[in-house]
């Protein structure tokens, strides 16, 4: 979202939403900060829109009504903020549900899909990856790209070619793509000041923290252990066995030698700990970092170490 600063105004080009970065587990989507521009909203004159992309309209429904300003824009702009737009024209007949597939044959079968620069969120990916629910390739398929690779998706750009090319797709791409976007000399060069982004997971808006993302990415990459104790309240001993439960962190073969040691560093840690009178979270703190040392040493994995102590009244 760069900003224009005139005088005693502010104009704001674009608005729009990107899409996450595979180290971003669990997030839709991501929208401007506009917390500056409620700060400054007296000065605040109104958004333009150059355009109808996702990348510079998407977020309007997030922020319009934190700002409440005009937004200028092409008439198909416009309508596509307001979502009344009749993308295209088409004969009812030619339509199906997808539950209906089966019944035709391949060839008789068009499937206009998201996803072509290769987002990991978005149908195509699912497609190329063997995941979609409903939509399976067969060797010889025919997938036309509309796009290429833009600045920072190649990556994930050429994944998906990869992966649909291993299923015996054939592909087309170079020749059909023709740009969403305005020639360099046709846009003038405006200053902006940098923003932040605001992370959209679900329904929660803004409220996913870096802790968060580490976490997610920690247990994708190695898995996660969980520590459950059972205290008496009153008493402030140990009421029931100390239970280790492991998510994609070793294998049955491995988890037979790891795991009986990890009990036992465990349970050491914990009765040095009730006999030294330490509870609450630095309980929960030593006992995840005794489990975690145990780890590193033993197989050189570092997975999610969660602490979770109850206590129960008898």
Known sequence: MPLYFGKHA??????????????????????????????????????????????????????????????????????????????????????????????????????????????????????????????KLLPGDTVLFSSIAIHGSENLFSKTMNLLEEQGANIIFQDIHATGHACIDELKLIDHISLKEVLIDGLGIGNIGKNIISDRTKMGKNGVVIIETCFGASSGRLVAPTRITTRGFVNTKLSTDILPGLEDAVKSEIARLIAQGVTGNKFDSLVQKAAEKYIINECDQRPLVIVLTNEIVL
């Open 10 to 135: 502010i104009i704001a080009i674009d608005c729009g939403m990107s899409f996450p970065p595979h180290n971003m587990p669990g997030i839709d989507t991501s929208i401007p900060d506009v917390d500056y521009l409620i700060e400054n909203s007296d000065k605040l004159k109104g958004i333009v829109l150059t355009h109808g992309h996702e990348d510079h309209i998407g977020a309007i429904p997030y922020i319009i009504e934190s700002l409440n300003v005009p937004i200028y824009g092409t008439p198909l702009t416009i309508a596509l903020v307001e979502k009344k737009l009749n993308y295209l024209n088409y004969s009812e007949d030619v339509l199906i549900d997808i539950k209906d597939v089966p019944t035709y044959e391949s060839k008789e079968i068009i499937f206009l899909t998201t996803g072509n620069h290769g987002e990991p969120i978005n149908c195509l990916t699912e497609i190329a990856e063997g995941t979609h629910d409903d939509i």
